[in-house]
Nanobody, 121 residues
């Protein structure tokens, strides 16, 4: 099967930085879009950033200019560099990827279990 594992969360002061990483493993033919979502307490999960296999990126308005998504297709990883963090960025961050397990199957979205980011003084 396919597994996504996030790392890099933690406690950071407002204005600080964190870098999240996501590693995809298992039966993989191709990884298409890779995404980072977040879910704050009491709120719905929201899309934060997307990167296509070719490297095209897209961001939520709330993080534009502060967050940068990147990926390494060979290593099957996607990172989220988060700068100028704000208390409202506090959330569990989830990695999501569209993975094709075989040439004969369409891609399926898989989720990691999430990593907690807390921005507080």
């Amino acid at each position: 099967q396919v597994q996504l594992v996030e790392s890099g969360g933690g406690l950071v002061q407002p204005g600080g930085s964190l870098r999240l990483s996501c590693v995809v493993s298992g039966r993989i033919f191709s990884i298409n879009d890779m995404n980072w979502y977040r879910q704050a307490p009491g709120k719905e999960r929201e899309l934060v950033a997307t990167i296509t296999r070719g490297g095209t990126t897209n961001y939520a308005d709330s993080v534009k200019g502060r967050f940068t998504i990147s990926r390494d297709n060979a290593l099957k990883t996607a990172d989220l560099q988060m700068n100028s963090l704000k208390p409202e960025d506090t959330a569990v961050y989830f990695c999501n990827a569209n993975v094709q397990i075989s040439l004969h199957y369409a891609g399926t979205f898989y989720w990691g279990k999430g990593t907690l980011v807390t921005v507080s003084s």
